[in-house]
């Protein structure tokens, strides 16, 4: 993990997540289409496109304040219940990172994050939205899962969103009608989660 605190590994880091969401964008926008009102791809995308925009800035930054300003980003340009969401989610992280970046620090740090999510989203686990992959995330995370195993984790837990019903956000009007296709969020999360691991794994 020390990697991370090195700038150059940070832009790169940075920009994969950019950028995998970038070329998700049709597949995001299909996904909210059949549950939503089809504006997740492009709410995202509008979001990461303003962080590659910053990326200078934000690369030059040290990791805790990168992370605030790019959740800042996020809150600001991606819009719909996600963005407030994920902007909740990478500022929570930036300010709860320790200064040792061990595994169990960002583990941890990676839960606070979380409980800031649930509580502005008054979410839990089980009611499919992006929560339902970033706590099987902190978990594998948690218990000692390498990069591979966190994503692997991740795609297996937004798969797991497609028998759920919806309980939480737009989805949750269709009611039933929600079961039988993924979670948008649950979706771009673990695109996050398969490109940070991908920076990570390709790192050690
Ligand atoms: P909107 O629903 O306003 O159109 P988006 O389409 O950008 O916003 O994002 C939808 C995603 O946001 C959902 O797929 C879900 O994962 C996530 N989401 C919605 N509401 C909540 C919530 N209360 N807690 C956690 N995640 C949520
Ligand atoms: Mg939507």
Do not use: W
């Amino acid at each position: 993990m020390s990697a991370l605190l090195d700038q150059a590994f940070l832009r790169r880091l940075i920009e994969a997540v950019a950028r995998t969401i970038i070329d998700h964008a049709d597949e995001l926008t299909a996904l909210d289409s059949a549950i939503g009102d089809g504006d997740h791809g492009a709410n995202m995308r509008r979001g990461f496109e303003a962080v590659l925009a910053e990326l200078d800035t934000l690369a030059a930054k040290p990791l805790p304040e990168a992370l605030k300003a790019l959740g800042t980003q996020l809150v600001m340009k991606v819009g719909g219940a996600s963005g407030p969401l994920y902007g909740t989610l990478f500022m929570s992280l930036g300010k709860s990172l320790p200064e040792r970046l061990d595994r169990e620090g960002v583990a941890q740090a990676l839960d606070a994050a979380i409980t800031a999510v649930k509580a502005r989203g008054k979410a839990e686990t089980g009611q499919k939205t992006m929560l339902d992959v970033l706590v099987p995330v902190q978990q594998a995370l948690a218990s000692g899962a390498g990069p591979a195993a966190v994503a692997a984790r991740a795609n297996e837990a937004a798969d797991a969103t497609v028998p759920m019903k919806a309980t939480r956000g737009r989805a949750s009007f269709l009611g039933d009608r929600s079961i039988g296709h993924m979670d948008p969020g649950a979706r771009s999360s673990a695109l996050i989660v398969g490109a940070v691991a991908s920076c990570l794994g390709a790192s050690s």
